[in-house]
């Protein structure tokens, strides 16, 4: 008899509009002598008419958005829809949360969104970017937002006014933006670049060794970077020295997004397990630094899934 202890539920998106839930449990053998990681499935919805392009987590809750220029918002401890918003008027490209009080959400019609969770009411509409939005990201503090666009502008957010504090001309289109967990810092990657900043200055560029793009990245702490993508690699970068410092063959076809998963327990190192999502329709748990196997455990979801979420009910 094994003992059940609930970790996570991951919530993926997928190319047929379809959204999937699935439970991560640690299994402890009865003597406590061996745990081992399980994935399970506990949903599947066809939320969305066309694709999901993307899905976030805050608190208990996730949001989906796509090409029906749809969002809708999920409770993933009751596993109920919760409703949907509807203002942009093409594509939902990139949604996040700050904490659990707003939901800002980027369009292929350029705006940038943002909605009060209580009541799911939108309270602001940033006219932010010329030909769409690819990606946002909200500051720590909750007082400042990042938004990249097709335009190849760079924009900082005022969120207390709504107004862009400065935008910067980028010579690339910023496809993926994310502040570094302090705030101090931000990377942005575009094809297979990533460029770092610190405190608004360039700082430093990687690119992936093998010179495919990368279609997702995550801050693992203050100095390290987590990409994956065409490649089918998670790659690991010190942006201290520009170092690739681990790499591992993850998928047998592109990555197309991941997912950090809080680590319970005390760890000296990567407070996170990665949660990735493949073209080869498979879903693994992966812990980076682990001796020997580094996949905890993987489900199969015969779609062609393209985001992911981890919503962590404590």
């Not at 805050?58 to 993933?76: F, L, M, P, Q």
Request: net charge negative; aromatic share 10%; hydrophobic share 35%.
């Amino acid at each position: 008899e094994n003992l059940h202890n609930n970790m996570y539920k991951l919530v993926i998106g997928s190319y047929g509009g379809f959204i999937y839930g699935l439970q991560v449990q640690l299994l402890t053998s009865e003597d406590s002598t061996t745990t081992h990681f399980s994935m399970e499935p506990v949903f599947s919805k066809q939320s969305h008419i066309g694709c999901i392009k993307t899905v976030s987590s805050g608190h208990r809750w996730a949001v989906s958005g796509g090409t029906d220029e749809n969002i809708w918002v999920y409770d993933i401890k009751k596993l109920v829809e919760l409703g949907n918003m509807h203002d942009h008027t093409n594509t939902v490209t990139c949604t996040e949360f700050y904490e659990k009080s707003h939901i800002l959400s980027g369009s292929a019609d350029g705006t940038i969104n943002i909605w009060r969770t209580k009541d799911f009411e939108c309270l602001r509409t940033l006219r932010a970017h010329e030909y769409g939005v690819n990606d946002i990201s909200v500051h720590p503090s909750g007082r400042l937002a990042l938004s990249v666009g097709r335009d190849r502008v760079l924009h900082l957010w005022n969120l207390l006014n709504g107004r862009s504090a400065f935008k910067i001309e980028l010579d690339f289109e910023g496809e993926i933006i994310q502040w570094s967990p302090d705030g101090s810092k931000y990377f942005v990657i575009s094809g297979k670049n990533i460029y770092v900043y610190d405190n608004g200055d360039f700082m430093i560029k990687m690119e992936d060794p093998k010179a495919q793009d990368l279609l997702t990245g995550k801050w693992l702490d203050e100095n390290t970077i987590i990409v994956g993508g065409e490649s089918m690699s998670l790659l690991v970068f010190d942006i201290t020295s520009g170092d690739l410092v681990d790499q591992l063959e993850a998928h047998d076809n592109r990555i197309k997004d991941i997912a950090l998963c809080p680590k319970k327990t005390e760890s000296d190192g990567y407070q996170y397990y990665i949660a990735s999502i493949s073209t080869d329709e498979k879903v693994k748990l992966w812990d980076l630094e682990a001796k020997d196997v580094k996949l905890l455990c993987q489900f199969t979801i015969p779609a062609r899934l393209t985001s992911i979420a981890c919503v962590n009910l404590k």
